[in-house]
């Protein structure tokens, strides 16, 4: 025992979550997590081994990108701590495993940029979708190293000036933003970092919808136009299907770091949403 938990440990350093219990409140605890706190620590220390769908939620919560390599290694280091000895790791379940890829480049910048990240909890997401004035000086702060004013920013997104101001007052309450001493501006605690949101669980779904809502009014007020928009529906297993959502969101991770680096909007500069969605329509095959 050991070997999952040492490697979990650095992925969780790597994603920016600095202590077991950030990570763990973070990520919504036993609203998103099928086990306790108490139960997690086990983890960590290498007492006990979550179950498989346990740790598949795990893996989520960590919130990046990492590479086939690293979701690899720690499957191999969970099945090693399994067996109990490498001799029947080995015989059962080596056979049927790659070997180890060394990292590629875009791994290794994703684990340079990785604790960068603010990771919200649910309690501050909450605040974030709680009106698409919320959500839009959310973004607007988010994408801007100088100070922006509830004038500015309603004017921006098209919203009341006044819903604007309340809905900044109450992200300053989360502890994400600050007003600008002396006077009416609004800016990030910390310059520079991203944020993540919680993974999709029972618990985040409905703040989800609610930002879709937000994001699709926010939107209509601004005019946005669609720079594109496709899809195909197609017959897949659904191991193909995974690996394709997994696929995709590689692209948009790797799309993610064409952003220009934080400061003053040059002129001509947009907020763009970027989606992609795997979704699952209907079996092809009649249930039992």
């Not at 040492?6 to 790597?14: E, G, H, N, W, Y």
């Not at 791994?107 to 340079?112: F, W, Y």
């Not at 990771?119 to 922006?148: C, D, W, Y």
């Not at 993610?256 to 979704?279: D, I, K, N």
Request: aromatic share 8%.
């Amino acid at each position: 025992m050991g070997n999952f938990s040492r490697t979990f440990v650095k992925l969780r350093l790597q994603s920016g979550f600095k202590t077991a219990y950030g990570f763990y409140r973070s990520n919504g605890g036993v609203r998103t997590f099928p086990f306790t706190y108490a139960t997690y620590l086990k983890f960590e220390r290498g007492e006990t081994l979550p179950s498989p769908s346990g740790l598949a939620c795990l893996w989520r919560s960590l919130r990046r990108g990492f590479s086939d390599s690293a979701r690899e290694q720690l499957a191999r280091d969970f099945l090693r701590d399994f067996s109990g000895d490498d001799a029947t790791f080995d015989f059962l379940f080596a056979p049927l495993l790659t070997a180890p890829r060394p990292p590629a480049l875009d791994s290794l910048l994703r684990n340079v940029a990785g604790p960068t990240k603010l990771h919200l909890s649910l309690e501050q997401m909450r605040v974030v979708v709680s009106s698409p004035e919320a959500t839009g000086a959310f973004l607007i702060l988010t994408n801007s190293s100088a100070p922006k004013s509830a004038r500015e920013i309603s004017a921006i997104i098209g919203a009341d000036e006044i819903k604007t101001r309340a809905a900044l007052r109450r992200l300053c309450d989360t502890g994400l933003f600050r007003g600008s001493r002396g006077k009416d501006g609004f800016r990030c605690r910390r310059t520079g970092p991203r944020y993540s949101c919680p993974p999709p669980s029972p618990a985040s779904r409905p703040l989800y919808d609610k930002q879709d809502r937000n994001l699709n009014e926010i939107a209509r007020r601004g005019g946005g136009d669609i720079l594109y928009r496709g899809g195909s529906t197609i017959r897949l297993e659904r191991g193909a299907a995974q690996a394709m959502a997994s696929d995709l969101s590689d692209a948009i991770n790797r799309g993610g770091g064409r952003e220009e680096p934080l400061g003053a909007p040059a002129p001509g500069t947009a907020l763009y949403l970027v989606e992609a969605r795997v979704r699952k329509l209907a079996d092809l095959t009649p249930r039992e």
